[in-house]
């Protein structure tokens, strides 16, 4: 179920993201598991591997 406050301003999307709930969740869990490093603090972590 979503979130009631999508469902009642945008019932459209609401409705599409509860039909694509399985699909959108098999991809997060199939990226979560192959991701190595957290891609947000790479940067960070090359800048100081530089100094």
């Known amino acids: 179920m ?3 406050h999508l469902e ?3 019932p459209e999307v609401a409705k599409l993201l509860e039909d ?3 699909n959108l ?3 997060s869990s ?3 598991a192959h991701w190595t490093k957290d891609p947000v603090g ?3 972590e090359r800048a100081n591997a530089e100094i």
């Open 2 to 4: 979503m979130s009631p």
């Open 8 to 10: 009642v301003g945008f």
């Open 20 to 22: 694509a709930k399985t």
């Open 25 to 27: 969740f098999a991809v």
């Open 30 to 32: 199939f990226l979560m």
């Open 42 to 44: 790479e940067p960070l």
